[in-house]
């Protein structure tokens, strides 16, 4: 299984910056792909940016220029690094992987972190 542990979140003012971590632990085989989710109140969830673990990235229309995405496969670490914050960007950031799993039979499935707050006031 794989634990997706959060950090980073918190309360910004508008044009600030927050960083972002997603630590990765478990018994895993290897993770493929990683990304950030936001769901706003009343609003689906949505993706923010995605990377492989051949670092291609994707990005939303709405945070690119603005948040950049990265991972240390190493480490097995993500990060969101988000610069000039909106309050539009307010909502409940989610880590997400895919990973496969060895134990007990090869598997491979998506996993979530907790979610962590991110509110950006104006």
């Known amino acids: 299984h794989v634990q997706l542990v959060e950090s980073g979140g918190g309360l910004v003012q508008a044009g600030g910056s927050l960083r972002l971590s997603c630590a990765a632990s478990?018994?895993?085989?290897?993770?493929?792909?990683m990304g950030w989710y936001r769901q706003a109140p009343g609003k689906q969830r949505e993706l923010v940016a995605a990377v492989t673990s051949g670092s291609s990235t994707n990005y939303a229309d709405s945070v690119k220029g603005r948040f950049t995405i990265s991972r240390d496969n190493a480490k097995n670490t993500l990060y969101l690094q988000m610069n000039s914050l909106k309050p539009e960007d307010t909502a409940v950031y989610y880590c997400n992987a895919d990973a496969l799993v060895l134990t007990p039979s090869p598997v491979r499935s998506e996993y979530w972190g907790q979610g962590t707050q991110v509110t950006v006031s104006s």
């Open positions: 478990g018994n895993f085989f290897s993770i493929n792909v």
